[in-house]
């Protein structure tokens, strides 16, 4: 396999995430919706879902108002080469959490594997402040991989944070990467200990396995 960087990754052929963490601060967040269903019903449900498991009283306009946010970020998350999957972090109860998304890249594998999770995990971020912290991780079900933490600008001047994660399986030639970025600072490091869990409950399982 060719080791060049400019390579165009395409989604894995064997490998899919199956996901084992705390449903209680996860909206699962597809990238297509099955028939019968669609992205107004689908953050619709989710929203009432996330209400009801609050404990506090609610009508339907705080429902149709955190469905909206929900489609929003759905819009915001599914960019072109990104990601194939997601979720979304939402911890009750109110007041409503900005809405955090962890996006999941699944993609074959592609050029080295150092080079390439350096890559995902952009280790060598030109846009980054300062450089990343970068660090290695691993967990039962994906083995060794990395984890990346930095902090950039947007154009306005204004900072952002990045936490991704990468790991690679040659069983199921598939390179995994887990992404989550927020300008909220604060809100970024509050749901570290979420995102990290979701990382280490995740594993592989074949393409051909998925619901």
């Not at 990601?83 to 699944?106: D, F, K, S, T």
């Not at 039962?140 to 950039?152: D, K």
Request: aromatic fraction near 8%.
């Amino acid at each position: 396999m060719s080791d060049r960087a400019d390579q165009v990754p395409v989604m894995s052929r064997e490998g899919w995430p199956a996901f084992a963490s705390q449903r209680a601060v996860w909206i699962p967040c597809p990238a297509s919706f099955p028939a019968g269903t669609d992205q107004e019903s689908w953050a619709r449900r989710y929203a009432a879902k996330w209400w009801a498991g609050s404990g506090q009283d609610y009508d339907d306009r705080q429902v149709a108002g955190l469905a909206k946010i929900l489609s929003d970020v759905h819009d915001l998350t599914f960019r072109p080469g990104t990601c194939h999957v997601a979720l979304i972090h939402m911890p009750p109860p109110p007041p409503v959490p900005q809405p955090l998304p962890v996006a999941v890249g699944v993609w074959q594998l592609q050029g080295g594997r150092e080079a390439r999770l350096r890559e995902l995990v952009s280790a060598d971020a030109p846009t980054a402040i300062e450089p990343p912290v970068v660090e290695e991780m691993s967990t039962e079900a994906l083995g060794p991989g990395l984890r990346s933490l930095r902090y950039a600008r947007f154009d306005d001047g204004s900072l952002y944070g990045v936490v991704n994660y990468a790991f690679r399986s040659e069983e199921f030639q598939t390179d995994l990467r887990f992404s989550a970025s927020c300008p909220d600072l604060s809100r970024l490091q509050a749901a570290m200990p979420d995102i990290d869990e979701l990382v280490r409950t995740t594993r592989l399982r074949r393409r051909d396995q998925r619901r």
